[in-house]
């Protein structure tokens, strides 16, 4: 067979991708359709950078769905190495030096093969999942250790303010690579130290969801007694299996490599979401509505988690997107460097790094997940952009 | 560049049409506006927010910004044309020929600049002349607006001047190359009362001494009147009357004007008696004008048929000098009817005493650098001393008095935000000074209750209405079902008189007077006994402030609530108030009924304050006292009486006394007290202030 | 103000102490240990072997111990073996026991001794250092001026075309990290598969001999991520500026468009950025030891790399000193730059 030409080429990954369009052009029909009851998501769709940034972060998002999740878009499989394919350029037709050949096999490497003859294309789809299953859950989670530590360091300012900015800035002082060397390794794992501080940062979001419904509903106990019991059992429930792996009824789990990788990224973030809630609640404490809920009596953490919060959501909804973007090149960072997941990993950071060594002679194994990785970080940037914008506008 | 000579009118504006484009619509700001300032006249622009007044001073600036655009009309300039010009005529013109001044004196001048280069860059670019030269005719300007030791000033940073300080350097910029025209911009509303009239003062005396036009643009009708030769009205981007001040003042001709006049709590309004008369209805949004007359569905004189139908063009008054008024009936209307008797009430008797003051005293204790503070040095801020007085019942008790004077502490310290350090407050013959509000008890938290200043602030952006008074009962503890509370909400929204639809509404599709209505609704949600306002009413336009007063007053007679009303403007103190409490740096200097207060004998700073609110009525003749220079800082008050660095009686006091002791609070008649070492010949020598010519 | 810097070293001193003490305590995890006597004796080494090697070499003292040693502020330790060698921690093979110092720590400028490379950490470190040094200078060169311009130019016109294009390459630049932008570059211009072959794919040429050739690549691609990220605060410094009353004035004073920018929006837009850049280097850190490993120029930061993955102890602990100490000169001179461009803060 003849290698495919590019045009060939383009139009078989544009059809390959096809799940992917419909999912994106059925979330704008219905997004724009429905745009001013959205509110903010809604405004999104008012400004042109927004709706580009947007369309490039759901373009992976459901690219990882679909290829990680759902095994629809890859071509081959992400680990088998095909001797013969090893280092083809793009387009070649796929062959197999062992076994017989499967007939239902794709029958070509759309993006050629890396240097161990895998299929470059599917490693990339592939990589999308490796980034969307982390990234996202871990700025979530970096969000709710920074809000809960954030809120009353800027509400009380005082020592407990000195205390959690030194704190913050000892983290912030640490260079990141420095940090994930040290936190990263097989033998920090062995230690258990990964697990520690998984228990101490995965408690935070059970704290903070503790303290929202209790200092809402406090003046109603039956109610509140029904949502914190809730949140106790389900949020222990996961917190069991997901810090100590000890989930009593056996369902949730999480291998300890990803636990570091995820551990690591949360701690390196958090530091930074503390800062700015911080600063957003000292400017937000001087409200003349946070006097009057102080002048009818109060509590501080309803004060904070109820009046303040909300309206800072603006400038940390902008955070949380260009903070996702930060946590995928900081994965990416850790692929480039070996560390934390398996070397096998389809993920764009180790990808990038196989891919560079033969990079003066071949570019085709580096280059589809540096434009994956570029493409997606900067749908994030230029969403957190048009957000900034559109909340800026009211 | 040399200046032309132009004997013409300085300012021709001639049918001035303004839109600002957004991505959705075209939005008329200014429309078909025309006004004519004429060599060494001073003309008013009046208006409530969102009139399009500024828009017109832009407009005359040639500096809309990116979406305003000039769509029908001219301004000319000594006759040219200003939109004709090109950008470097303009840049000639302007700060040369026509300067301007800001509302916000800090926001206006560079911060890191010292003022000195910022003053001299003006005749360096426009004359080109040397360095020392410009810096020789700074150092005269900045002795024109009467600042102290010039050179230090002209050598400083803007933050280290005190805000009237700072305007002062604003005008003395504006001055610098001597403008044919000047713009004010609300050139005061940023700054305290006392120092409000001293800049006032200086700018009628340098506008005088120098020649110049102005346009002067202003909320406050009383400003106009002590300012300004001729006066225009404008009403959501039209100008609807024009004339000179005592026409207009006197014969008015349009309906948006008398009412107006009508909801100004001048001398001889009374809560009970002659109650204001609020201009129904809110102010059109620009793109929800009505067609035909924009003020017809506020206008008691409006005619179906006759007022919604095309644009109205300004018709001229026979027999007046250049008066104009934008109304079709203004020949129909009986401008002399008199006004339709509004509901009178019956003063209501003060009950028995509910609150107690005794020596209160607070005291802050605050790092002398707030940057770099810690070792070097604590300093005692005394934001109250010795505060002592009693409110009773079905009483409205006003607390009256410039920033720093220590009336938003004593409120702190009344909720229970801040402990006091001395001294006892009692509630029902409680304590409660010591109390902090996390430990009051639920019905003490809900007796006392605040409105706040700022409607723009005062509720939460991200919760609708309805949730944050639910919020207030639920804290109080009243209601024991969420539909119970839900009823309850809903019946606090009537009270206010709010469409019972606000509650689903979030904040910012309220106006601010909607706003403030609800800020009312919620600190009445647990019966409050003692409500705090801290000038309720002081961000809000004039029209809508009668209406939020008004409101008030009636929840007040129907709850027979105490009510301590915080404000600095005597007007409106004068109208609502039962008793007045003067309060100046941290001390009461005066308190009395409110006819006491007003009429001598004054405390000698009372006496300042009076003589500096301006009043928007020809009739009222004011003794003129111009206070040199600023309030003092808290931080570092004066020794002996707090107000003797200002005081002009201070002479009359033998022995240097006021330098050395403070005054003992003195009774002059019952109920009246005065802080002051006058002696009781002095106080018998005081003339009053206001005086109404008869009619 | 010497008051003020007083106590901002004070605090940067216990942070660096807190730092190195956790660098300290993950680097002598008992796995770690573990690995380095395997790599430093044998791989089949027995549990007991490991822990007699370990005892042998003052590894199973206490955690505070060992870190007062390593400071300089404990008396290093000396352990009769029992082959009659004394070992300690500041005897070298060319001095007497008797003769030997007692304190040898940090604070006495002993670094200690790198197993991979066998050489003096402080040596190791101050050659490295230099090699990064000329990189970091070049950068900063590239950097901050152009991030400075770009985002001046975009911010005095907010919305205007040239502010629209500007931004979108500041944020594609964010948007690229350094083993994106770094692979990009050598794949277009460095590759035979493009053929331009204008600039070198590697860089370990310029460690003796830098040229425009073989160092343009590495610098530009620090450069450009942390390019971006200034750009956009200068922008955004200087459109909010731009917008602020006193432009007004001065617009309506008369002044000139060039001179606006120039005397009256500049200094004001430039605080925010100063800030910024000062704190840019820990990230800019990273950029190094990526660039480094990717272009193998053997400085600081490639050195990091081979010290954590061999688990080089002391190396790695030199590196950490080194990295936060470096950090936190540059946050002090970014409190105090603030202070200085700032009128509004009065200092006494």
Redesign the interface.
């Known amino acids: 067979m003849e290698p495919l030409s590019w045009s060939e080429i383009a139009l078989r990954m544009l059809g390959l991708f096809l799940p992917v369009w419909i999912a994106l052009i059925v979330t704008f029909a219905v997004s724009i359709a429905f745009k001013r009851r959205l509110g903010l998501y809604g405004k999104l769709f ?1 400004s042109p950078i927004g709706m580009v940034g947007f369309a490039m972060v759901m373009f992976w998002v459901f690219t990882g769905i679909f290829g990680g999740a759902f095994d629809m878009i890859l071509t081959h499989d992400v680990l088998s190495q095909s001797a013969t394919m090893k280092n083809k350029g793009p387009g070649t037709p796929f062959t197999q030096m062992m076994g017989t050949p499967d007939p239902g096999a794709y029958p070509y490497y759309l993006l050629g093969g890396d240097n161990l003859g895998r299929d470059v294309f599917s490693r990339m789809v592939a990589g999308a999942w490796e980034v969307i299953k982390i990234a996202p859950f871990a700025s979530m989670f970096s969000f709710m250790v920074g809000i809960t530590l954030g809120l009353p360091a800027g509400y009380y300012g005082g020592r407990l303010d000195t205390l959690l900015s ?1 704190l913050a ?2 983290i ?7 940090l994930f ?3 990263v ?1 097989p ?2 794992v ?2 258990g ?1 990964p697990v520690y501080m998984a228990a101490v940062l995965f408690l935070f979001p059970i704290v903070f969801l503790l303290l929202l419904w209790n200092s809402r509903y406090h ?2 106990p039956s109610r509140r007694n029904v949502y914190v019991g809730i949140t106790l059992v389900i949020g222990l429930w996961l917190y069991l299996g997901i810090a100590w792996d000890a989930d009593p009824l056996g369902l949730v789990s999480f291998p300890p490599n990803l636990l570091v990788v995820f551990v690591a990224v949360v701690f390196v973030n958090s530091p930074t979401v503390f800062r700015i809630v911080r600063g957003l609640t000292m400017d937000i404490k001087t ?3 946070v ?9 501080p953490w309803y004060i904070m988690l ?2 303040i919060l ?2 800072a ?1 603006g400038p940390l909804l902008v955070d949380f997107c260009l903070r996702i ?1 930060y946590t995928t ?1 900081l994965l ?2 850790l692929g ?2 070996g560390l934390g997941l398996s070397p096998e990993s389809p993920d764009w ?1 180790s990808t ?2 196989d ?2 060594k033969l ?5 085709h194994p ?2 589809p997940p ?1 434009f994956a ?2 493409s997606l ?2 749908g ?3 969403l957190a ?1 048009g957000l900034r914008e559109e909340s800026l506008r ?1 | 560049m040399a200046k032309l000579d132009y004997d013409g009118p300085i300012l021709e504006i001639e049918n001035l049409s303004i839109s600002f484009f957004t ?1 959705l619509r075209e939005i008329p700001a200014v429309m078909d506006f025309s006004v004519t300032v004429q060599p060494g006249e001073a003309v008013g622009l009046v208006g409530e927010s969102g009139c399009g007044k500024s828009t017109v001073a832009l407009g005359v600036m040639q500096d809309l910004g990116v979406n305003g655009r000039i769509v029908g009309g001219s301004v000319r300039f000594k006759g040219r044309d200003l939109g004709q010009m090109s950008a470097a005529e303009l840049r000639d013109i302007r700060g040369n020929e026509i300067a301007m001044i800001y509302q916000e004196p800090m926001a206006s001048l560079n911060p890191a600049m010292r003022i000195g280069k910022q003053l001299i860059e003006v005749p360096m670019i426009h004359e080109g002349i040397s360095e020392s030269e410009a810096w020789a005719r700074a150092l005269e300007v900045v002795r024109d607006v009467k600042l102290p030791d010039p050179e230090r000033i002209m050598r400083s940073y803007p933050h280290q001047l005190s805000g009237g300080q700072q305007q002062r350097i604003v005008i003395a910029m504006a001055l610098m190359s001597k403008p044919s025209l000047l713009i004010l911009d609300e050139p005061t509303t940023a700054l305290d009362v006392t120092v409000e009239a001293a800049v006032v003062e200086l700018v009628k005396d340098l506008g005088k001494k120098y020649g110049t036009s102005m346009l002067f643009i202003s909320h406050n009708l009383g400003l106009v009147l002590e300012t300004c030769d001729r006066i225009c009205v404008m009403y959501s981007g039209e100008a609807v009357e024009t004339g000179s001040i005592e026409d207009v003042f006197d014969k008015m001709q349009h309906p948006y004007t008398q009412a107006l006049f009508r909801s100004i709590p001048l001398p001889g309004a009374d809560k009970n008696t002659r109650p204001l008369k609020a201009i129904p209805g809110n102010f059109p949004l620009p793109h929800e004008r009505p067609e035909g007359c924009n003020f017809g569905p506020r206008c008691d004189y409006f005619q179906a048929g006759v007022c919604d139908m095309g644009d109205i063009p300004m018709a001229g008054i026979k027999g007046d000098d250049r008066h104009f008024t934008r109304c079709l009936r203004f020949a129909e209307i009986d401008w002399n009817a008199p006004i339709e008797a509004m509901a009178q009430h019956a003063a209501t008797a003060p009950g028995k005493v509910v609150l107690k003051m005794e020596n209160l005293k607070k005291y802050y204790e605050v790092a002398a650098n707030a940057l770099f503070g810690g070792s070097s040095g604590k300093k005692v801020v005394k934001a109250n001393e010795t505060l002592s007085f009693e409110a009773r019942e079905s009483e409205t008790l006003a607390i009256v008095g410039e920033s720093g004077c220590g009336k938003s502490t004593f409120a702190k310290v009344l ?3 801040e402990t006091a350090t001395e001294g006892q407050i009692l509630l029902d013959n409680r304590n409660i000074e010591q109390t902090p ?2 430990k ?1 008890d ?1 019905q003490t ?2 007796d ?3 409105v ?3 409607p723009f ?7 609708t209405v309805g949730r944050q008074i639910i919020r ?1 009962l ?4 009243i209601g024991d079902t969420d539909q119970a509370r839900r009823d309850e909400m809903l019946r606090l929204l009537d009270l206010v008189k709010l469409p019972r639809e606000f509650a689903e509404r979030m904040p ?1 599709q309220l106006s601010g007077g909607q706003k403030q209505r609800v ?1 009312i609704a ?1 600190a009445f949600a ?1 019966g409050a006994r003692i409500v705090v306002a801290d000038e309720p009413v002081s961000a809000l336009d004039v029209s809508v402030q009668a209406a939020v007063t008004d409101l008030l007053m009636e929840i007040q007679r129907k709850q027979k609530t105490t009510l301590l009303f915080i404000s600095h403007d005597l007007s409106i103190v004068r109208y609502l108030s039962d008793r007045v409490m003067v309060m100046y740096l941290g001390h009461v200097v005066e308190l009395g009924t409110t006819d006491q207060v007003f009429a001598p004998p004054y405390h000698p700073y009372t006496e300042a304050l009076l003589s500096a609110v301006p009043i928007a009525d020809t009739r009222i003749t004011k003794k003129h006292i111009v206070l040199e220079g600023d309030v003092p800082s808290a931080m570092n008050p004066p020794p002996g009486c707090p107000f003797q660095t200002r005081c002009r009686w201070k002479s009359e006091v033998p022995g240097g006394l006021c330098e050395r002791e403070v005054p003992p609070v003195r009774e002059l008649v019952p109920g009246h007290q005065v802080k002051c070492h006058l002696s009781p010949e002095m106080f018998d020598q005081m003339e009053p202030v206001i005086t109404v010519a008869a009619e | 103000m010497a008051m003020f810097i007083l106590r901002r070293v004070g ?1 940067m001193i216990l ?1 660096a102490l ?2 190195t003490f ?2 300290f305590f ?2 002598n ?4 240990l ?2 380095l006597a395997k790599t430093q004796g044998d791989f089949r080494m027995s549990d007991e072997e490991v822990a007699s090697y370990l005892g042998r070499n003052g590894y199973l003292q206490p955690m505070t111990v060992k870190y007062g040693q390593w400071l300089g502020v404990v008396p290093g330790f000396v352990i009769e073996d029992r082959d009659g060698v004394t070992r300690g921690q500041c005897i070298t093979p060319d001095i007497a026991p008797e003769d030997a110092p007692r304190f040898c720590g940090i604070l006495q400028g002993d670094w200690g001794y790198s197993t991979v490379f066998r050489e003096d950490v402080g040596k190791i470190l101050s050659d490295k250092l230099a090699l990064t040094g000329r990189l970091m200078f070049w950068v900063m060169v590239l950097m901050v001026p152009s991030a400075l311009i770009l985002g001046i130019l975009a911010g005095m016109r907010e919305g205007s075309r040239t502010d629209r294009t500007l ?1 979108t390459f500041a ?2 630049t ?4 350094e ?2 932008s ?3 570059f ?2 277009v211009f ?5 053929g331009l072959k204008w600039f070198k ?1 590697t860089a370990t040429a310029a460690m003796d001999n830098p040229t425009f050739e073989n160092f343009f690549l590495p610098v530009l691609t620090i450069a450009l991520y942390g390019m971006g990220y200034i750009a956009r605060m200068t922008r955004a410094s200087m459109a909010e500026v731009m917008t602020a009353q006193y432009i007004r004035t001065a617009r309506l004073k008369g002044v000139s468009f060039p001179n606006i920018v120039m005397k009256h929006a500049l200094r004001n837009a430039l605080i925010a950025p100063f800030t910024v850049i000062m704190l840019q280097f ?2 800019l ?2 950029g190094v ?2 660039v480094e ?2 272009f193998n120029y053997k400085g600081f ?1 490639w050195t ?2 081979q010290a ?2 061999n ?1 080089d102890i002391e190396l790695l602990l030199g ?2 000193v080194i ?2 100490v470096v ?2 000169v540059t ?1 002090l001179i970014s409190d105090i730059g603030y202070v200085f461009l700032n009128p509004r803060i009065s200092v006494r």
């Not at chain 1, 912030?172 to 690579?177: G, R, S």
């Open positions: 008012d030194f800035n000892l912030l002082a640490f260079p990141v690579i420095l060397y040290l936190l390794t033998e920090i062995q230690t130290i003046t109603q409200r003349d509505y006097a009057a809920a102080q002048t009818r009596g109060e509590r109820w009046e909300p309206n959501r973007g090149i990416g960072t480039f460097f950071g990038i790094n891919g560079r990079l003066t002679m071949y570019l580096a280059l540096a990785l570029l970080v900067l994030l940037n230029l952009d009211d | 991505r909720m229970g935000l509000i996390e009051r639920t938290v809900a006392v209750q605040m706040f200043q700022n602030d005062t509720l939460n952006p991200s919760m207030a639920e804290v109080f503890g910012r800020g919620r647990g | 605090v942070t807190c730092l956790i660098v993950l680097t995890l008992y796995p770690n573990e690995k931004s944020i594609t964010t948007a690229t990290p083993y994106v770094g692979v990009l050598i794949a460095a590759s035979t598969a493009v794919g820990p990230w850190l990273n030891v990526i490993t990717l930061g990091l790399v954590a993955g688990n590196v950490s990295s936060v950090v936190l946050q």
